[in-house]
C-alpha cells in the first residue's frame, strides 16, 4: 500500500485518486481558515507558485476539528483562501484527522510517519495550551497545518510539527524534486 491507493473528495464533493499525482512530489497538509497559523498559506502558495512546475504538488485538506477553526463549507473554504492568499494549489473537502472518523488518508499518513518533526519548543508549548481538553493519542494531529511530505515514489518522507513553517522545509522540497 502507499499514498496513491487512497481516494479523496475535493472541495465540490468530486471523488480524486490520489494516482492522479503519481510521480509528483506532495505536500500533504490539513488546515483551518480561522487559525492563528493560517497565514501559513501565503508560504504554501509561494513554495506552489515556485516549484509546481517541477513537479511539487501541495494538497490541502480542511480539517474542523481543532477547535472548530474551519466551520466553512469546502467550497467556501476554497474561495476564502484563493481571495485572501492567492493560492493556486488543491483544496480538497473537509475531513477528519482524528479519533474514530479519522480518513484513511491520515491514519496511513500517521502510520508511516507517527512524530511530527521541528523543534520549537515555545510554539509547541503554545500549540500543546491552545489544544488543552482535547484528546490526543500517539500519532494523532497535533494541531492544524501538519505537513507530511511524500517523495515521487509515495513514501511518506517526513511529517513536520505545525509550527515548521513551509518556508523551512523548502530544502527538503528542493531534495526531492
Sequence with gaps: MNIYDFAV???KGQDISLSDYRGKVLLIVNTATRCGLTPQYEELQELYARYAGQGLEILDFPCNQFREQAPESGEEITQICQTKFGTAFKIFDKIEVNGEHTH???AYLKAQKPEDK???LFKDL???LASLGEKREGSDIKWNFTKF???RNGDVVERFAPSVKPSEIEDDIRALL
Design 104 to 106: 484513511p488518508l491520515y
Design 149 to 151: 511530505l511524500i517523495n
Design 126 to 128: 503554545l500549540l500543546r
Design 118 to 120: 521541528g523543534n520549537h
Design 9 to 11: 473528495k475535493d472541495a
